[in-house]
């Protein structure tokens, strides 16, 4: 830039121009070659106001007269810019993950994100603010959402469903599309409107074990066996076992044993197991009309009070404490 100065002084000294003149000129000359190269850098016309510290008035038009004969081509940056996009976007489709493309290209993982779907031409223009130029997730999907919507199914069933036709995405992107399409779908509305039923575990616990029907009824735990057919096989388990011992029979016990191994419940199976490692006790307790409950209740309830005592009294304290526990009064004996 300064041997083109020295040139034109030289050639317009050997014209011998004023000197005033001269030095306008050269200022002028000086000023668009300073705000073509600053036009190349992608400064903004605010910035080129303050680096060449015009008025507002001046770099307007120089700016926009460059705007307009370079608005078609890309800059280098740019270019740049769509290289890098094209590169990521090949290597995602041949299968490396975003973590392995990161170390390939050298990059951050943000930016990958940021550049991995879309047209390379948009967004190498794009600033990278306004998402407008990027292609969505959903796009391949979006027309079996409205079907699936106007059917009347909710976020989840439809989640699973594009899930199984290769749906990449999250479930929060498919909640936000789904909330701009509600109006698509009346059915969806209604199903948004009506409350919902809970249930406790501890209430379909009481059903299956003693037939509580308190805070469930037959038609209630019809669904929930539509939801959860596991929970039918539980209650045919406990119904099965209980008909053991009413009519005391220990061929059902067998069958009961072989039927219920092959259960794809593991603490039913678990059960069905154990019964064959004592069975000749399962068989005895089955048949008889006796049981050592009671011997059981008194040994629990000893041991509890040995466990209270423990590091604070010894044998004599401790068998007071018991006879007390039962009620058990002894004459007392004088030791004259």
């Not at 050639?11 to 705000?35: A, E, G, R, W, Y």
């Amino acid at each position: 830039m300064h041997l083109l100065f020295l040139k034109l002084y030289l050639m317009l000294f050997k014209l011998q121009i004023d000197s005033i003149c001269l030095i306008i000129l050269c200022m002028q000359l000086k000023m668009l070659l300073t705000v073509n190269y600053l036009k190349r850098l992608i400064y903004r016309k605010n910035k080129i106001v303050k680096k060449m510290m015009f008025s507002k008035k001046r770099p307007k038009r120089k700016v926009k007269k460059n705007r307009t004969n370079n608005e078609k081509e890309l800059t280098d940056y740019q270019k740049r810019l769509r290289e890098f996009i094209v590169e990521l976007q090949l290597l995602y489709k041949e299968g490396y993950s975003k973590s392995q493309i990161v170390k390939m290209l050298k990059t951050t993982y943000k930016r990958v994100r940021k550049y991995l779907h879309g047209d390379p031409d948009l967004l190498c223009k794009s600033d990278g603010r306004s998402t407008c130029n990027k292609e969505s997730i959903l796009d391949p999907y979006k027309t079996r959402i409205k079907r699936l919507l106007s059917e009347g199914n909710n976020y989840k069933e439809i989640f699973k469903k594009i899930k199984l036709d290769g749906y990449p995405g999250k479930y929060t992107i498919l909640c936000d599309y789904c909330s701009s399409l509600v109006s698509y779908s009346s059915k969806a509305k209604l199903r948004k409107i009506q409350p919902k039923q809970y249930v406790n575990r501890s209430d379909i616990f009481k059903y299956l074990w003693s037939g509580n029907k308190e805070k469930i009824n037959d038609d209630i735990f019809g669904k929930v066996v539509l939801k959860h057919p596991k929970v039918k096989e539980i209650q045919d388990c406990i119904n099965n076992f209980r008909e053991i011992f009413d009519k005391k029979n220990i061929s059902l016990l067998n069958e009961f044993i072989n039927k219920y191994k092959k259960s794809n419940i593991k603490s039913i199976s678990g059960f069905a197991g154990g019964l064959t490692k004592d069975k000749k006790a399962v068989e005895n307790s089955v048949t008889s009309q006796y049981s050592n409950g009671f011997v059981e209740g008194n040994n629990n309830r000893l041991k509890l009070i040995k466990r209270q005592m423990y590091g604070r009294a010894k044998w004599p304290l401790l068998k007071a404490k018991i006879i007390i526990k039962n009620d058990i009064f002894l004459p007392i004996i004088n030791q004259d």
